[in-house]
């Protein structure tokens, strides 16, 4: 039977030649509002859009026959994945069509600010000839600091290492020895912003990565350090940057995505050391028909039953094997992302150890939730069974799974291992009758229950009076606990405190807890 397909915004025409050479039956019908396509899409396969269609639950449910979903771009955002997910429905996205254009805008508003290209073309088509103001520098020899060395981050490396520039980078999610081959040195955001001449960003938005860029980190950099956006908006601080400039203690920006889009009036658009583009990075029209080809060929393979490299929801896997790990898939999810926020240095090994009856399935499902949890907080990849070993051997990650029997106290775990510079940090979880527990944390046997907020963990020595003057403290600040429990080999020796609190503490409240006496560390973890 043939495929019907309905393309729902504009897309290269390139793209649908690809689906109508797969015998595809392709109709674009844009602008179609969500009362349209409700009364539309029960007869088509599959949808493709861009950003501007909003695939809605009402629509996704409407749509009967519907088996796969393609996104011409990185964005998910107008699609309701769960619903997706609820029907069985595969979303997929064409993540690296633009990695490329976005580099290469990068490194156009880098000479950009460098040359003063902007300010001297309007100054000259307004009648001044002033070579004299608009005296340049060269980047050759310069630093340049990126922030996330992620796809584009690389490939923006690359041509900046062709400029003959040194670059750094400060990516903890990123092996050493993919950096080195990269031509980069790994170094701390502090050390980043002081260093560079160049700071470019390259990280997704996400919980972790918001404001990362603010008053305290612009003032670590040079007065004539220059920074560059073509990211997100959200993570640098307008405002703090717009002092800066105002205050001379930086020397300009370029600014491709904002906090709030599109906008047309801004402070920052006033002030001639900053440059600005309307969301460029992806506007070139071999990016829109790469995404547009990269989105056809996935959502062919889909509809040949054949995995799709850029899936952001369901696992294909047999229902038998997901219908058992499914209630670990949380375990493992929480495990990931409670052990990436309590390791500190460069993320190195990471090993994963089944244990049990689960180790006796497949378990690249419960590996790709894994992984999820431990990108995060500094990225917005969609992580799953048919991209995780994709997702690890781009950014350098070396996995080593293992497997065994049932523990001696729990019948599956789940233990993931970081290894940093810095030292091991492990975290076991399992499944419970309310949901996953964290039972380990380093060698400390603990019990972490099913619950929003934050944990408070914290070594110590195991003293009568160290819970008391923890709680007391936390009163003090008004922070509710939840839950407590600690864990601990021998009597008045070293113990794990862990504490679920309502809210987060600040770094000077920490700072407070740390203050402690007998408290050897305290890490906060959001959960």
């Not at 904002?258 to 402070?267: A, G, I, K, M, V």
């Not at 400390?444 to 110590?460: A, I, K, Q, R």
């Given at each position: 039977?043939?495929?019907?397909?309905?393309?729902?915004?504009?897309?290269?025409?390139?793209?649908?030649?690809?689906?109508q050479?797969?015998?595809?039956?392709?109709?674009?019908?844009?602008?179609?509002?969500?009362d349209q396509?409700?009364?539309t899409?029960?007869?088509?396969?599959?949808?493709?859009?861009?950003s501007?269609?909003?695939?809605t639950?009402?629509?996704?449910?409407?749509?009967?026959?519907?088996?796969?979903?393609?996104?011409?771009?990185?964005?998910?955002?107008?699609?309701?994945?769960?619903?997706?997910?609820?029907?069985?429905?595969?979303?997929?996205?064409?993540?690296?069509?633009?990695?490329?254009?976005?580099?290469?805008?990068?490194i156009?508003?880098?000479l950009?600010l460098?040359?003063?290209i902007?300010?001297a073309?309007?100054?000259?088509?307004?009648?001044?000839?002033?070579?004299?103001?608009?005296?340049?520098?060269?980047?050759?020899?310069?630093?340049l600091?990126?922030?996330g060395?992620?796809?584009?981050?690389s490939?923006?490396?690359r041509?900046?290492?062709g400029?003959?520039?040194?670059?750094?980078?400060?990516?903890?999610?990123?092996a050493?020895?993919?950096a080195?081959?990269?031509?980069?040195?790994?170094?701390?955001?502090?050390?980043?912003?002081?260093?560079?001449?160049y700071?470019?960003?390259?990280?997704?938005?996400?919980e972790?990565?918001k404001?990362?860029?603010?008053?305290?980190?612009?003032?670590?950099m040079k007065?004539?350090?220059?920074?560059?956006?073509?990211?997100?908006?959200?993570?640098i601080?307008?405002?703090?940057?717009?002092?800066?400039?105002?205050?001379?203690?930086?020397g300009?920006?370029?600014?491709?995505?904002?906090?709030?889009?599109?906008?047309?009036?801004?402070?920052?658009?006033?002030?001639?050391?900053?440059?600005?583009?309307?969301?460029?990075g992806a506007?070139?029209?071999?990016?829109?028909e790469r995404?547009?080809i990269?989105?056809?060929?996935?959502?062919?393979?889909v509809?040949?039953?054949?995995?799709?490299?850029?899936a952001?929801?369901?696992?294909?896997?047999?229902?038998?094997?997901?219908?058992?790990?499914?209630?670990?898939?949380?375990?493992?999810?929480?495990?990931?992302?409670?052990?990436?926020?309590?390791?500190?240095?460069?993320?190195?090994?990471?090993?994963?150890?089944?244990?049990?009856?689960?180790?006796h399935?497949?378990?690249?499902?419960?590996?790709?939730?894994?992984?999820?949890g431990?990108l995060?907080?500094v990225?917005?990849?969609h992580?799953?069974?048919?991209?995780v070993?994709?997702?690890?051997?781009?950014?350098?990650?070396?996995?080593?799974e293992?497997?065994?029997?049932?523990?001696e106290?729990?019948?599956?775990?789940?233990?993931?291992?970081?290894?940093?510079?810095a030292?091991?940090t492990?975290?076991?979880g399992?499944l419970?009758?309310?949901?996953?527990?964290?039972?380990?944390?380093?060698?400390?046997?603990?019990?972490?229950?099913?619950?929003?907020?934050?944990?408070l963990?914290?070594?110590?020595?195991?003293?009568?009076?160290?819970?008391?003057?923890?709680?007391t403290?936390?009163?003090?600040?008004d922070?509710?606990i939840?839950?407590?429990?600690?864990?601990?080999?021998?009597?008045?020796?070293?113990?794990?405190?862990?504490?679920?609190?309502?809210e987060?503490?600040t770094?000077?409240?920490?700072?407070?807890?740390?203050?402690?006496?007998?408290?050897?560390?305290?890490?906060?973890?959001?959960?």
């Amino acid at each position: 039977m043939t495929a019907r397909i309905l393309v729902c915004d504009p897309i290269a025409e390139e793209g649908i030649e690809v689906l109508q050479r797969f015998g595809a039956e392709v109709d674009v019908r844009t602008g179609l509002s969500s009362d349209q396509l409700c009364k539309t899409v029960d007869s088509y396969d599959a949808l493709i859009v861009r950003s501007e269609t909003k695939l809605t639950a009402d629509v996704i449910r409407a749509a009967g026959k519907l088996q796969v979903i393609g996104r011409a771009g990185i964005g998910v955002d107008n699609i309701d994945i769960d619903t997706a997910t609820e029907k069985g429905v595969v979303v997929v996205n064409a993540p690296t069509g633009n990695v490329i254009s976005a580099a290469e805008h990068t490194i156009g508003l880098m000479l950009a600010l460098a040359r003063n290209i902007p300010q001297a073309s309007v100054s000259l088509k307004g009648g001044v000839w002033d070579r004299q103001r608009f005296m340049g520098t060269e980047v050759r020899g310069k630093t340049l600091g990126i922030i996330g060395l992620g796809q584009v981050g690389s490939e923006v490396a690359r041509r900046a290492r062709g400029l003959e520039m040194r670059v750094i980078a400060h990516d903890p999610f990123v092996a050493e020895e993919r950096a080195r081959v990269l031509g980069v040195e790994v170094v701390s955001l502090e050390e980043l912003l002081r260093e560079s001449d160049y700071v470019s960003v390259h990280a997704s938005l996400t919980e972790g990565t918001k404001r990362l860029i603010g008053e305290a980190e612009v003032r670590l950099m040079k007065p004539t350090a220059r920074i560059i956006n073509t990211a997100r908006g959200g993570i640098i601080d307008e405002e703090a940057l717009h002092r800066a400039l105002e205050e001379g203690r930086i020397g300009g920006a370029a600014l491709d995505v904002f906090e709030t889009e599109p906008l047309t009036e801004h402070s920052l658009f006033a002030d001639d050391r900053v440059i600005v583009t309307p969301h460029l990075g992806a506007a070139t029209a071999e990016a829109q028909e790469r995404v547009a080809i990269d989105v056809a060929e996935q959502v062919m393979a889909v509809l040949r039953g054949e995995p799709a490299a850029y899936a952001v929801n369901a696992p294909l896997i047999p229902p038998e094997t997901y219908s058992f790990l499914a209630p670990y898939l949380p375990v493992a999810l929480k495990t990931g992302s409670i052990a990436v926020q309590l390791c500190e240095g460069q993320l190195g090994e990471i090993e994963i150890d089944y244990t049990g009856d689960i180790a006796h399935h497949d378990v690249t499902p419960l590996k790709a939730a894994v992984v999820r949890g431990l990108l995060a907080p500094v990225s917005e990849e969609h992580v799953n069974v048919v991209n995780v070993d994709i997702v690890a051997q781009r950014r350098g990650l070396g996995i080593t799974e293992k497997r065994g029997p049932s523990h001696e106290l729990y019948a599956n775990l789940i233990s993931v291992r970081l290894s940093t510079k810095a030292g091991d940090t492990t975290v076991s979880g399992t499944l419970a009758h309310d949901g996953p527990h964290i039972v380990l944390i380093d060698e400390f046997w603990v019990d972490v229950p099913p619950t929003e907020g934050y944990l408070l963990v914290c070594e110590n020595q195991d003293r009568p009076g160290m819970i008391g003057a923890i709680g007391t403290l936390l009163g003090g600040f008004d922070v509710n606990i939840s839950f407590m429990n600690v864990g601990r080999h021998q009597k008045r020796g070293r113990a794990l405190m862990v504490i679920t609190t309502d809210e987060a503490l600040t770094p000077e409240q920490m700072k407070a807890v740390r203050d402690v006496p007998d408290i050897f560390s305290a890490k906060l973890v959001r959960l």
